[in-house]
């Protein structure tokens, strides 16, 4: 072996590729590395070992090494000597991030696999903790507290709980001692399904163990109330807040009433206009990042007249120069086309502003006009997304779907609890794939109603082009490109002069479109690095999926600039 890859940050290169591949591939790379290079198997087991999503794997190292073959070639457990743990312990010193649900896939669905597990190490009396150096431990699917004790230990950094059921006499108890096992957690989530009537008990008792640890940085939490809110800013550490409100009452927190001084980011779902209003006037201090979700099944239809109440404490606030990304899910306007400058005006006081995400529906269409007022309220916008909801929905098959055969045994589906849902409702991903589809309505009918209809405004390359100019930082946009209108752009060089290299995966194909070639052109004379025009992380023009809903036109488009791509030799 060359001397060259024992050096670790060679090595470290080499199991960030290995680990490039999907999960199963890359554990067969790293178990076969194992048992054929000796000088990297140390490493490779490392590798291996670092992140598990059950605990089965370390059942079978028990299992494996404790069992033998009888006469009629089964397996029985050796009574007469204790459990040999070298083989566990050789691997669960490794193990450094967890992530246990109820669920299992090992050969077939395991129900409720992780109770299962740890009753193993508890009948064997095997040591606690179990994973001595385990930092990331998440804990779902509505385990009980319990039996999350084998697992913790001082050197846990980032804990979440989600799902279990609170009980008025055990949960408080269980809560308040998980504080002096992990002393050292920076990052902490917790969900609960709440019964009635313990509300003034689980917020008292909420906040007193979430501000005991005062290095917290990471919190996503379900307040139960005003205090479990206010409480938070105890926390000197906290640089990312993210904030589910359930309440099915209006929270009114005072003005000014929130001050963190290390928060770089706030997200927030609430349940009411009201509510929304009320924590963005209390921020004493804006973070650098905002992300607010109103889901429209609890909230009623918003029109502009309700938006602007969300945005004015956010233009009124004396540090909203510090604000640099804002993503916000606007739900589905009540009536009338609206003027999409105007709802944002107060936004445009946030003049260090970098990244705007909106989600828009089809009466709020933007001009070329707001693009140029957006743009040079924000010259140093480097990702736009108006995320248009014309194109989210499918059209209606004309043939009745399959009906799949589903195996007897599928595990039932846990009901939503009380708080942050299994995953985060926040999680970073492509730009169409965040939007939370539960704040849609039913699916209209696209028989007989054709959503683009009834437009009288919208972007054309104009505007495009203009936001380019004006915004030279611009990376990245998703943007309904009106592609029928191409008035004076139908020259050698179309964008006059405008040329961006910074922009490579935008998404701009949410129109018709009338002149494939033209617009090409268009786009290879203003972005000559562009890459794909479905936007990063789409699944692409040649699928089935995409092409159901895709504007005639965008494919030849696609064909036409990789043809120059492949021309030029790029």
């Known amino acids: ?44 087991l490392d590798a291996l070992w670092s992140e598990l999503r059950s605990l089965y794997p370390l059942v079978s190292c028990i299992y494996d090494t404790n ?36 669920y299992d896939i090992e050969g077939g669905w395991r129900v409720r696999a992780a109770p299962d597990d740890l009753g193993v190490f508890h009948v064997l009396q095997v040591p606690t903790p179990l994973l001595p150096n385990l930092t990331h431990l998440a804990w779902t699917d509505e385990f009980s507290l319990a039996l999350l004790w084998p697992l913790l230990n001082p050197r846990l950094l980032s804990l ?59 919190l996503d939490y379900s307040p139960v109330g005003c205090e479990c809110i206010l409480s938070l800013s105890a926390l000197p550490s906290l640089r990312i807040l993210r904030l589910r409100v359930d309440n099915i009452s209006d929270l009114n927190l005072p003005a000014n009433s929130l001050s963190f001084p290390s928060l770089r980011t706030l997200q927030f779902q609430a349940n009411s206009l009201v509510t929304v209003h009320s924590i963005l006037q209390a921020i004493r201090n804006l973070p650098k990042s905002m992300d607010i979700f109103l889901p429209v099944y609890r909230s009623g239809g918003v029109s502009a007249e309700t938006i602007e109440p969300i945005l004015q404490p956010i233009g009124q606030n004396l540090s909203c120069g510090n604000l640099e990304e804002f993503r916000m899910n606007v739900p589905l306007l009540s009536s009338g086309i609206v003027n999409s400058s105007n709802i944002l005006r107060p936004l445009f006081l946030c003049c ?17 006009d707001d693009l140029r007022a957006m743009a040079s309220a924000w010259p140093l916008l480097e990702e736009l997304e108006l995320f248009d909801c014309r194109n989210l929905y499918p059209p209606v098959p004309s043939q009745p779907l399959t009906i799949m055969d589903l195996p007897d045994d599928h595990p039932p589906v846990p009901p939503l609890p009380v708080g942050l849902p299994p995953m985060p409702p ?20 696209f028989n007989t109603t054709d959503p683009r209809s009834n437009r009288t405004a919208e972007i054309t390359f104009h505007g495009l082009i203009s936001l380019l100019e004006l915004c030279p930082n611009l990376h990245f946009f998703n943007l309904a490109i009106d592609a029928t209108k191409l008035d004076g752009l139908r020259g050698s060089k179309p964008g006059g002069g405008v040329c961006n290299r910074l922009v490579k995966h935008p998404r701009l194909v949410d129109s018709h479109i009338s002149d494939p070639e033209a617009v090409a052109r268009i786009l290879l004379d203003i972005l000559p690095e562009l890459e794909t025009i479905w936007g990063e992380g789409f699944p692409g023009p040649f699928t089935t999926m995409f092409n159901s809903t895709l504007p005639q036109g965008w494919d030849q488009v696609h064909e036409i600039l990789l043809d120059s791509k492949a021309a030029r030799g790029l």
């Not at 457990?77 to 246990?100: M, N, Q, T, W």
């Not at 799902?163 to 308040?176: A, E, G, I, R, V």
């Not at 502003?353 to 269409?365: D, H």
């Open 1 to 44: 072996m060359h001397h060259a890859l024992l050096v670790p940050d060679i090595l470290d290169h080499i199991f960030t590729f290995i680990k490039a591949d999907s999960e199963q591939i890359s554990r067969r790379t790293l178990a076969a590395l194992a048992i054929t290079c000796s000088a990297l198997s140390d490493a490779s």
């Open 352 to 368: 260090n502003l970098r990244v705007l995400r909106i989600m828009m529906t089809p009466l709020f269409l933007p001009a070329d």
């Open 160 to 218: 979440r709980i989600s799902s279990f059921q609170w009980s008025p006499k055990s949960t408080p108890l269980l809560l308040s001692k998980i504080r002096g096992l992990c002393p050292e957690l920076n990052t902490l989530g917790l969900t609960f399904y709440l019964s009635e009537g313990c509300e003034a008990m689980a917020e008292s008792c909420l906040s007193r163990v979430i501000c005991s640890w005062k290095k917290l940085e990471v």
């Open 67 to 102: 069992m033998k073959l009888s006469d009629e070639d089964s397996s029985e457990i050796d009574a007469d000597a204790g459990p040999d743990l070298s083989v566990f312990h050789k691997y669960a010193y490794r193990v450094h991030k967890i992530e246990l649900s109820g």
């Open 426 to 445: 926040f999680a970073i991903m492509g730009p169409m794939m965040s939007l939370h589809l539960d704040a849609m309505p039913p699916f209209p009918d």
